[in-house]
């Protein structure tokens, strides 16, 4: 039986801007975040390498590692502890065309050196996860890269990593498209393989996005038992998505209710969370546009609550029920066991 404990990042508290028009909701510094996350009832914080550090880019290594001791003592003020680092590689002018996979060196460089100091504030804060969203490592322009040659550039930016660091582990959350539409790890396997074909292919694992495995088109579920089967389950992002639109980041179960109920079982069952503060469960989640400002915690407090309550409903499931219509191949029962026990109060 799995003890879960929950963490989100600060970009999950935003001013609700979207592509087509501004935000309209205050920005809420991170010291009111971080504390608000405890009391919310989170465990952790996750952090891009830029939350922790704004400045980064104009800051000296030595800066940079200061400031983020001192995110660290905010942390540990409401007992709180960072769960990994994200290099933000889609922000700045340099990654405008790819980060490790940028057509240019000099963006290329860049995007190492923010890696590398992604290290340095993961180091500083206590963590010793490195979280790759490869936002823009792919295409737009189908034609504009070689792509083998990058695909190669984009193992080779992990070597860098992964010897920079040699006590940290790299956890690449694959998505398919958006902002690009090509992209070069865009599923759990493809992440997986790019990993096995490093210098220290063990420490190269996944985190699983629910919303960006339906933009795949696959279960999210069955993602994470992928990666569980092999020991690379390192971290998890539970949200939910209405089918292949833009990325929607929605509160967890309220579009794909069963699909959320068997995220939780394969956790449950596998023990994902055993790894203490290593395995956490992320909510990856934003709150709608129209979300009034004074209740803009909710969308977090209703995903832990909904996996709370789809736990209760998981310890119920009957596994020798189960059995029994695996015996007999009976899964329309089985199907409709699986109805009534989510229906039912
Ligand atoms: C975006 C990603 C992002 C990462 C952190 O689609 O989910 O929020 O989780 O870089
Ligand atoms: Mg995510």
Redesign the pocket.
């Known amino acids: 039986m799995s003890t879960f404990r929950f963490t989100a990042?600060p970009?999950n508290i935003h001013d609700g801007t979207d592509s087509f028009g501004p935000g309209h909701r205050p920005n809420y510094p991170i010291e009111e975040k971080i504390k608000r996350f405890a009391e919310i009832g989170l465990d952790g914080v996750q952090f891009?390498d830029d939350d922790a550090v704004p400045d980064m880019n104009h800051m000296t290594q030595q800066a940079t590692i200061d400031y983020a001791k001192d995110v660290k003592k905010l942390l540990d003020k409401e007992g709180l502890f960072a769960e990994f680092v994200?290099t933000?590689l889609w922000f700045d002018p340099h990654t405008d065309d790819g980060g490790f996979t940028a057509s240019k060196k000099e963006n290329r460089d860049y995007a190492i050196w923010r890696a590398k100091r992604s290290i340095d504030i993961a180091r500083a804060l206590g963590t010793k996860k490195i979280?790759l969203?490869l936002?823009r490592e792919g295409t737009l322009c189908a034609e504009g890269k070689n792509h083998v040659e990058k695909i190669l550039q984009l193992r080779d930016a992990l070597n860098e990593i992964l010897t920079y660091g040699p006590e940290m582990l790299i956890l690449i959350?694959p998505?398919p498209n958006e902002p690009i539409d090509r992209s070069y790890a865009g599923t759990c396997g493809h992440a997986l393989a790019l990993g096995a074909y490093t210098v220290d292919p063990n420490r190269v694992g996944v985190c699983i996005?629910s919303a960006?495995s339906i933009l795949s088109g696959l279960d999210p579920a069955n993602d994470m038992a992928f990666a569980l089967a092999l020991n690379k389950l390192w971290g998890v992002?539970l949200n939910d998505q209405n089918g292949a639109r833009y990325?929607q980041?929605k509160s967890f179960g309220v579009e794909n209710l069963r699909q959320a109920f068997n995220e939780v079982k394969v956790l449950n069952e596998n023990n994902y969370g055993d790894r203490g503060n290593f395995e956490c469960v992320g909510l990856?989640v934003k709150a709608m546009r129209t979300q009034p400002a004074d209740d803009c915690y909710r969308h977090l407090i209703n995903s832990k609550k909904i996996f709370m309550m789809l736990l209760e409903k998981v310890k119920k499931f009957d596994y020798k029920f189960q059995e029994e219509c695996v015996k007999t191949q009976n899964f329309e029962k089985l199907e409709m066991y699986v109805m009534e026990l989510l229906m039912k109060g």
């Open positions: 990042g970009w891009h994200a933000r979280q969203w936002a959350e998505k996005e960006h992002h990325d980041d990856d």
